[in-house]
């Protein structure tokens, strides 16, 4: 608790100074556009309160407030869905009621189920609803797009969650470590890839990323890593490279799937992505993907998970 308390310190105090330094950057320099850097700050503004909680508190204040993250990340996911009829609202209720379910299982410590819950069983039973609506125009549409948001929004975001039951001692340690390195990550590649970068990785998908940020990122990520493993887990040197290169990873294909799974939602709609970038929730594309990554891969290689 106490490292965990010093790094939350740290992490405040490297984003008080940030946020004083764009503020005078952006005064100084009227004529630059610096308002992705100043939507990534309240992003993590954001973030950095749910995670203080989720982190310094107990796991059942953390479930909790995990639980309402994913209710308005999958509530944003579902406001990108254009042409929505009264058969698509139905499932979408039934989509936020499993969330309650999912985070139950977490309460009562069952990971069988929690595994298998949403990939599973809310697979085969969401389509009912939809029937019971009597339309079959946009069926698949429907289900799928519905069904991608709840394996993202809920199921990806719920593993944050899991650390603490499956591991009391830890959790809030390997919680605090992957949320800072999942941001570092995402700060760092946009950042070189905004001034620096100049060969985009895929430009069609997502204008900003580039190889020269991907690289920057995965180097700036592996050591601060190995700098702040040794408070925060039980990782050894090698263990802290390894996931830091893991994570680094999972965040730039987490960040690009969900750039194209929003440009696709989003065609012809451009008021609406303009209003979707400056949304704190649309900042945790990362997390979508390296929370359930970092989570199997610390419980297939250490017995603690």
């Not at 740290?10 to 100084?28: E, K």
């Not at 800072?180 to 070189?192: A, C, E, S």
Request: aromatic letters at 18%; glycine letters at 8%.
């Amino acid at each position: 608790m106490f490292s965990s308390f010093v790094v939350l310190l740290l992490v405040l105090t490297v984003l008080i100074a940030a946020n004083l330094v764009y503020v005078f950057v952006s005064r100084n320099q009227p004529g630059k556009d610096y308002s992705t850097i100043g939507t990534r700050m309240k992003s993590w503004w954001g973030m950095f309160f749910i995670f203080a909680l989720a982190t310094l508190f107990s796991k059942n204040v953390s479930l909790v407030s995990l639980m309402i993250l994913c209710f308005f990340a999958l509530q944003e996911y579902f406001s990108m869905i254009r042409g929505t009829r009264k058969a698509d609202r139905r499932l979408f209720l039934w989509a936020y009621l499993a969330i309650p379910v999912q985070f139950y299982w977490i309460y009562i410590g069952w990971y069988g189920m929690f595994i298998v819950f949403i990939p599973l069983y809310v697979f085969l039973v969401l389509p009912i609803p939809r029937l019971l609506g009597k339309g079959t125009f946009g069926f698949l549409r429907s289900v799928s797009s519905t069904q991608w948001g709840l394996m993202l929004m809920v199921f990806g975001l719920s593993h944050l969650a899991y650390f603490q039951f499956a591991t009391p001692e830890y959790g809030g340690g390997l919680v605090l470590y992957l949320v800072v390195l999942t941001q570092v990550n995402d700060v760092i590649h946009t950042v070189i890839s905004l001034y620096v970068g100049r060969k985009k990785v895929v430009p069609t998908a997502n204008a900003y990323l580039t190889w020269e940020g991907f690289v920057g990122a995965l180097l700036v990520t592996t050591g601060a890593s190995l700098a702040l493993a040794p408070y925060l887990t039980p990782f050894g040197t090698t263990s802290a490279i390894w996931f830091g290169v893991l994570l680094s990873f999972a965040g730039f294909f987490g960040s690009l799937t969900v750039s194209v799974l929003k440009r696709d939602l989003l065609i012809g709609d451009e008021d609406k992505a303009a209003t979707l970038k400056k949304s704190y929730l649309s900042q945790i594309d990362s997390l979508t993907y390296t929370a359930p990554v970092f989570f199997h891969a610390v419980r297939y290689f250490f017995e603690f998970m």
